[in-house]
């Protein structure tokens, strides 16, 4: 039997009708373990930044593939990126693709090659709005 690591796996709903009847539903979420497996590798500060933009990612796109390409964790929506976490030495990286139309934050979320890609960089200690994050994404995503 394999194990997975103590992220959230399932969404599960409890429901109860009125004639006492009860049924939990479960549904999956799709958890890659080369991804999972490249978080456990980084930093303490980096591992809490990449696990809360990878479920952030996965609440914004509950359907979304979540693969390791070129050495980092790639999300895509329909077939199409919609999102890239890439860890370095001092900073986690978070791109989202589609994202012309999105506003640049001034020393936070800017183009970095071309308008259809815009980054947010995120270094130790740095307050993170992972909300304003996750409607970025929802924004960019909304069309894929």
Same mark, same amino acid.
């Given at each position: 039997?394999?194990?997975l690591s103590p992220v959230i796996v399932a969404i599960a709903l409890f429901l109860c009708w009125n004639d006492g009847v009860c049924l939990w539903y479960i549904?999956?979420?799709n958890m890659s373990q080369e991804v999972?497996?490249?978080i456990k590798k980084l930093q303490?500060?980096?591992i809490k930044v990449c696990e809360t933009l990878r479920k952030t990612v996965k609440s914004i796109i509950p359907d979304v593939?979540?693969?390791l390409q070129y050495g980092k964790p790639h999300y895509l929506k329909n077939g199409h990126y919609a999102a890239v976490i890439h860890a370095a030495k001092d900073k986690v990286s978070f791109m989202l693709f589609n994202a012309?139309? #999105?506003p640049e934050i001034k020393g936070f979320f800017k183009s970095m090659s071309g308008p259809e890609r815009k980054t947010a960089t995120i270094t130790e200690g740095q307050e993170v709005d992972y909300k304003q994050l996750?409607? #970025?994404l929802k924004k960019a995503s909304k069309s894929l």
């Open positions: 039997m394999t194990y549904k999956p979420i999972t497996d490249y303490p500060w980096q593939e979540e693969r012309t139309e #999105l996750g409607d #970025l």
